[in-house]
């Protein structure tokens, strides 16, 4: 059974968001990854769970490169620019890795600079579930209950299935090939998200109904999305709530602040 070794996969954060929606009300840095909490700067919590994860080798931080530099100073991460967008960020990320003398080849570990809660054990958590799965692209899905239970005041997103009702996460992992592959069909997908005509001619209609009336479970998920995009997708269950908190809004920003002051002083 494949276990996390160092250097097992290699990590890319995402971190070119500017800060130019309701976060500006809270900060005014210019780059959301930047924002300061419990004195530190946003970015700065997960490439540390990063660091700490023996599964983990390589760290490429795609963002602002002056300013994540100085951010990051004595983590040893590697820090490139960022592109027009967050799938152009993330295949700036892949492809810079690939590159190197020193890539760990399959899967790539992708992860968003706002999820400040998640811990090097979460992350070698959810790397050894997904090298037991096996598959080309894996997304961590949690229970309402579960990131209820953990963080109730909390407003997330939630599509319920046969086999209960889920959010996801803000970590995954996929085998960077598989992403160049299909790269046209995730740029698609993100214009769309929001036009649920669109979405629907991309997924299909009879898939949208059946995901919004619950009549899917996990495995269904996975099935469409196989056959869809030509990809071995994974939706894995995951008891870690912390995945699921990002920082999108002052309120966000509020509930980690205090958890990760509470923390720091013990």
């Not at 160092?6 to 780059?31: C, F, H, M, Q, Y």
């Not at 992350?123 to 109730?152: A, W």
């Not at 995901?211 to 994974?234: M, N, P, W, Y």
């Amino acid at each position: 059974m494949p276990s996390p070794g160092k250097g097992e996969i290699d990590a890319v954060v995402l971190a070119g968001a500017p800060n130019d929606g309701v976060l500006r009300e809270v900060s005014d840095e210019p780059w959301e990854a930047l924002i300061k909490v419990a004195g530190k700067p946003l970015v700065r919590y997960p490439v540390e769970a990063l660091r700490g994860a023996a599964s983990v080798g390589r760290i490429v931080v795609v963002g602002p490169k002056p300013e994540l530099e100085e951010a990051l100073a004595g983590l040893g991460v590697e820090v490139v620019p960022h592109g027009e967008d967050i799938l152009e960020t993330a295949l700036i990320g892949s492809r810079h890795l690939a590159a190197g003398p020193e890539s760990a080849p399959g899967l790539v570990l992708f992860a968003t600079a706002d999820t400040p809660l998640i811990t090097s054990e979460i992350v070698d958590g959810l790397v050894r579930r997904c090298l037991e799965l096996g598959g080309e692209v894996f997304y961590p899905i949690i229970e309402r209950s579960v990131m209820e239970e953990r963080f109730p005041d909390t407003r997330r997103t939630y599509a319920t299935l046969r086999d209960g009702t889920f959010t996801g996460g803000n970590l995954f992992l996929a085998d960077p090939t598989a992403v160049e592959r299909e790269q046209a069909t995730a740029r698609a997908l993100i214009k769309a998200r929001k036009n649920p005509v669109r979405m629907a001619q991309i997924l299909g209609l009879s898939f949208i109904l059946r995901l919004v009336f619950g009549l899917l479970d996990v495995a269904g998920l996975e099935a469409h999305v196989g056959r869809t995009f030509g990809l071995e997708a994974r939706a894995v269950i995951v008891p870690w709530p912390e995945i699921g908190i990002d920082v999108d809004k002052p309120k966000d920003l509020e509930l980690v602040a205090v958890l990760l002051e509470r923390e720091r002083t013990g």
